[in-house]
């Protein structure tokens, strides 16, 4: 069973089974490392920004980067008025790429592999992007559907596809880092798998592309987090920005 | 129209988790439900207490820090202006004070050397003057020497040649006469010396 490449995805409980009501919420190992994450960005940020001296130490100045970093994202892409998004798109990039990293722990879980956490996270931004578009547009945020400079001709189809594509940014933001993040640690695990089974003799090939695998797959895991931050920044700016 | 709408729905909602189900038997976990609701739950709780902690807590402080730093830098940056302008200044002032002194070293040295040439010239027109006095009075003693020994000479050469034709002769001659002739002769000697 181990051998099975969909083995690490394999979700179970750990400690007691806990019952709120008829549902079920035990404690799982995806739960362990999302407290995992949580915790690890919470010790670090913690860290870096106990301090404050002028010159900063190494996790000062990892933390102040990384705030930088995000900050200008936000600004890059959604302009100043997302200004009092940035605590909440700050942990989620955070979260998402600490979940993307710890997966790459060699018999660690990652959580980002599973499409429901995606999906819930992909959802609420979905749904906060929404009301906020609602909230600051009124119901001219559906203008967002109708482009400007369209033919009238063209007008329905394109107003179908708009809203189309906008029901799917949830879909599509989930299961681009869902998928990307399976797909990768299936793919490592195969090659793993491949290096058993051929042995000393034949085994050198599928654990050198293991190796090249793992660089890949950290890039991806940073890549992804940062594209799913980034894709956040872009709804929120047409929430906030109303171009159409 | 909506009844149809309706079916449609439901229709596609069955056929999916059909083929999530047969996806799930055919080994993908993470389309197994049973542990949904429990990540759902737990990612709602760290994530909202990584959120709250996050924005309560942990972020203002770093933007405090990166706040202060950069007021600090500004204010270090002002003052370093500042004293910049300040040695600028005394930069100035110090090279003013070089150029100054430079100019009374010039004035000195040009005192001291027009003093120098003034005592310079001084000595040297009394020295002329003395050099000169000294070859006048010794040109003039060699003329008067001169005169002297050329008529001293034309006198030797008389009395020298009254003599030798006393000798020769026997007989005194004028004297006065062998005197004009040998002035004679020493006229034409000279005119001669002269002509060459």
């Known amino acids: 069973m181990a051998s099975n490449p969909m083995y690490q995805f394999n979700v179970y409980r750990i400690g007691p089974e ?3 009501g008829s549902v079920d919420i035990s404690f799982t190992n995806a739960s362990l490392f999302m407290v995992i994450s949580s915790l690890a960005i919470l010790i670090i940020f913690n860290l ?7 010159i900063p130490d190494k996790l000062q100045l990892l933390s102040e980067l990384s705030y930088t970093f995000v900050a200008k994202m936000i600004s890059d892409t959604a ?7 940035f605590s909440f798109i700050f942990s989620l990039f955070m979260f998402v ?34 009301i906020i578009g609602f909230m600051k547009h009124g119901l001219g945020y559906l203008k967002l559907f109708v482009p400007s400079g369209v033919p009238m001709v063209l007008l329905p189809l394109i107003v179908v596809i708009e809203i189309i594509s906008y029901l799917s940014r949830p879909i599509s933001l989930s299961v681009r880092l869902f998928a990307n993040m399976m797909a990768g640690h299936t793919m490592m695990k195969v090659f793993g798998g491949f290096v058993i089974s051929l042995g000393i003799v034949g085994g050198w090939l599928p654990l050198s592309f293991s190796v090249a695998l793992t ?3 950290i890039l991806v895991a940073f890549l992804q987090a940062y594209v799913f931050a980034i894709l956040t920044c872009i709804y929120l700016n047409d929430a906030l920005n109303l171009h159409h | 129209m909506l009844k149809k709408i309706i079916i449609l729905v439901f229709v596609t909602c069955f056929a999916c988790f059909n083929t999530i189900f047969a996806a799930e038997s055919g080994g993908m976990p993470q389309l197994n439900p049973e542990f949904w609701i429990s990540q759902i739950f737990w990612l709602i709780i760290t994530f909202g207490i990584l959120f709250i902690v996050l924005t309560k807590v942990i972020l203002p402080k770093i ?17 370093a202006d500042k004293q910049k302008e300040e040695s600028q200044k005394k930069i100035d002032e110090y090279e003013k004070i070089i150029l100054e002194s ?47 020994s050329g008529e001293k000479v034309t006198k030797i050469a008389a009395e020298t040649s009254a003599e030798l034709i006393k000798e020769l002769i026997g007989e005194g001659v004028n004297s006065s006469s062998i005197a004009a002739i040998v002035e004679d002769q020493a006229k034409i000697n000279k005119e001669r010396k002269d002509v060459i």
């Open chain 1, 48 to 54: 870096g920004a106990k301090k404050k001296t002028l």
């Open chain 1, 79 to 85: 302009g100043s008025k997302a200004k009092p998004y």
């Open chain 2, 63 to 79: 933007s405090d820090n990166l706040e202060t730093r950069k007021s600090q830098i500004l204010e270090n940056i002002e003052t």
């Open chain 1, 215 to 217: 660089g890949l797959e």
């Open chain 2, 102 to 148: 430079k100019i009374k070293a010039k004035n000195y040295f040009n005192d001291a050397r027009e003093k120098i040439l003034e005592d310079i010239n001084k000595k040297r027109a009394a020295l002329e003057k003395d050099i000169n006095e000294e070859i006048s009075s010794t040109e003039n003693e060699l003329s008067e020497f001169k005169k002297s």
């Open chain 1, 18 to 20: 806990i019952k709120l």
């Open chain 1, 97 to 130: 790429l600490f979940c993307n990293m710890f997966g790459m722990i060699p018999y660690a879980f990652t959580v980002t592999s599973h499409i429901i956490v995606t999906f819930v996270l992909a959802a609420f931004i979905f749904i906060g992007v929404t």
